[in-house]
């Protein structure tokens, strides 16, 4: 299992916790942590930890959970990185903060490039989901693995060529249980993956 490996360059810049406006910050944690409680962040049991989100705090800028966080069962601003320059053709980004980015920064920054609408994103492992929805809902190829510039590009692709703008919701299909949703804040990005998961738990 290669899960929670970051595949691209990354230049960490150790630094500080971020200041974020109290009510981002509140809405940062009270959504982790509701992800975390409905087991679309978590660990297996390897050890190996999955599930991440961001927000956008600028243009070009976004705060993500860091690297190896979701076996956390609740998060501060020390598990946070900001990520303020990346280039997907050559596989890099930079990142300022107490922790080392997620390993799927790269594909977040491909969805940020994609609408300047898109605020939040999160990136969750839902194996029922996963199953059932791969192919019906926009999804990625599965020879497409998780954190490369190939995956930066699928969100490209599906924003294009699939509904995925208007459903906010894809499936990974080369990263096993891997599902991502976005939206204009955290609720509205959570909530096409919540749905879903409701939706599952009543059939």
Same mark, same amino acid.
């Given at each position: 299992m290669d899960e929670g490996v970051i595949k691209f360059a990354c230049d960490w810049q150790q630094a500080p916790p971020i200041a974020l406006d109290p009510v981002a910050l509140q809405a940062l944690i009270t959504w982790r942590d509701r992800l975390f409680q409905c087991g679309a962040i978590g660990v297996y049991p390897n050890g190996i930890g999955y599930g991440n989100l961001s927000i956008r705090l600028g243009i070009d800028r976004f705060l993500i959970s860091g690297t190896q966080t979701g076996h956390l069962t609740s998060t501060g601003l020390e598990?946070?990185?900001?990520?303020?320059?990346?280039?997907?053709?050559?596989?890099?980004?930079?990142?300022?903060?107490?922790?080392?980015?997620?390993s799927e920064s790269l594909t977040h920054a491909a969805i940020y490039q994609l609408d300047p609408n898109i605020r939040a994103i999160i990136h969750g492992h839902c194996p029922a989901l996963w199953n059932q929805e791969r192919d019906r809902l926009p999804?990625? !190829?599965?020879? %497409?693995?998780? $954190?490369?510039? #190939?995956?930066?590009?699928?969100?490209?692709?599906?924003?294009?060529?699939?509904?995925?703008?208007?459903? !906010?919701?894809? %499936?990974?299909? $080369?990263?096993? #249980?891997?599902?991502?949703?976005?939206?204009?804040?955290?609720?509205?990005?959570?909530?096409?993956?919540l749905d879903r998961l409701a939706a599952l738990g009543a059939s």
């Open positions: 598990h946070y990185t900001l990520v303020d320059r990346w280039e997907i053709d050559r596989n890099w980004l930079h990142c300022w903060g107490p922790i080392c980015a997620s999804t990625t !190829r599965a020879t %497409v693995p998780y $954190g490369t510039p #190939d995956m930066a590009r699928e969100m490209a692709r599906l924003f294009t060529e699939s509904p995925l703008p208007e459903c !906010r919701i894809l %499936v990974m299909a $080369g990263h096993e #249980d891997g599902v991502l949703s976005f939206g204009q804040d955290l609720e509205t990005a959570a909530q096409p993956l």
